[in-house]
């Protein structure tokens, strides 16, 4: 079974404060993704990364960054918290080969999530 | 762009009935993804849709893809309250996903 693990499922943060949400795969998937969830709003894209140490942007990357430097993890940086930031964070990962029976190449696996709060 | 246009976004349906949530979509992709998610959970993966005129099922869902049109549609068959969820499309654009805005399905007794 593919397991997407995330550092916490609930963080509680102040504003200016920088912040660190970790993922970690088990799967040797190339692709990683950082998503939020907000109501009305869907999932929203922030930032994937399909190698070690490339990041693409996504659609809402303002105020965020990321790392990875390790295949299995993909961490999201919020540099300087604020309160439109917070939300439900979720990532994911993916392969584009069929790396195991039941998988399919882009099928996105997510992990618990990380609900943020910033006051 | 691809964008991505679920209807409805709340369906509140009986039990026993029948009800179709239709995606549509924007610019061309071959293969479509639903997931669904339960209140405070993450999402999962329902259907992978690889083709023109794919069709998969799974207990009282069916999940069909029309490339051409554009249009992926989940039918539900004899609801149960058990499929009280979100469920999300998301064709693909390259190696990405892009949902819709999820579709709010509550089954009442």
């Known amino acids: 079974d593919v397991k997407v693990t995330q550092s916490s499922r609930y963080l509680v943060k102040r504003t200016g404060e920088k912040v660190f949400l970790e993922c970690v795969q088990d799967?040797?998937?190339?692709?990683m993704f950082w998503y939020r969830q907000d109501p009305g709003l869907g999932l929203r894209l922030i930032y994937f990364s399909y190698d070690v140490k490339m990041k693409e942007k996504g659609d809402i990357p303002e105020g965020y960054s990321v790392s990875r430097e390790k295949k299995e993890r993909f961490s999201l940086i919020l540099e300087s918290a604020s309160t439109n930031q917070t939300s439900m964070y979720l990532c994911a990962s993916s392969s584009q080969l069929n790396l195991y029976k039941g998988q399919y190449p882009y099928e996105q696996y997510f992990g618990p999530g990380t609900r943020l709060t910033v006051t | 762009e691809l964008k991505v246009e679920q209807n409805p976004l709340f369906l509140s349906m009986q039990e026993g009935k029948n009800y179709t949530i239709y995606c549509n979509y924007s610019?061309?992709?071959?293969?479509l993804y639903w997931y669904r998610q339960d209140p405070g959970k993450s999402l999962e993966s329902l259907f992978v849709l690889l083709s023109n005129g794919a069709v998969k099922q799974e207990g009282r869902l069916m999940a069909s893809l029309d490339t051409k049109a554009r249009l992926s549609t989940l039918h539900i068959t004899a609801a149960v309250h058990d499929l009280s969820a979100t469920y999300f499309c998301a064709p693909t654009s390259g190696s990405r996903l892009t949902f819709g805005e999820g579709t709010q399905l509550t089954v009442n007794p």
């Open positions: 799967m040797d998937h190339e692709n």
């Open positions: 610019t061309t992709s071959d293969r």
